[in-house]
């Protein structure tokens, strides 16, 4: 079963940091971009930041620049969002999803196709 598993959510004050998980089983991240999407009450899912399927290129909404990294390591079948000076419009369910052979920019793209996790909540208030 192909299956991506989120975590590292949590309730945090504005200014801090969270990293989040994503790890993926019953295949390997090799051929495969991976996406992290988030979606807060009312809003349309969107993409936040995406990694092309050999890693060498990225992709960020304007609204993360500088302040969301994504990174990968496909020997543990691992892709990582670090967040940092997180703010209250960043709260949201944060899912990561996976496709394959696309570039950072077209996986940054919402879609229903591919593999998606379950999501992770994540809350920025004081």
């Known amino acids: 079963q192909l299956q991506l598993v989120e975590s590292g959510g949590g309730l945090v004050q504005p200014g801090g940091s969270l990293r989040l998980s994503c790890a993926a089983s019953?295949?390997?991240?090799?051929?495969?971009?991976i996406g992290w999407f988030r979606q807060a009450p009312g809003k349309e899912r969107e993409g936040v930041s995406c990694?092309?399927?050999?890693?060498?290129?990225?992709s960020y909404a304007d609204s993360v620049k500088g302040r969301f990294t994504i990174s990968r390591d496909n020997a543990k079948k691992t892709v990582y969002l670090q967040m940092n000076s997180l703010k209250p419009e960043d709260t949201a369910v944060y899912y990561c999803?996976?496709?394959?052979?696309?570039?950072?920019?077209?996986?940054?793209?919402?879609?229903?196709?591919?593999?998606w996790g379950q999501g992770t909540q994540v809350t920025v208030s004081s």
């Open positions: 999803a996976a496709r394959p052979f696309e570039t950072a920019r077209d996986m940054c793209v919402p879609a229903d196709s591919g593999i």
């Open positions: 019953g295949f390997t991240l090799d051929y495969y971009a």
């Open positions: 990694t092309s399927s050999s890693g060498g290129s990225t």
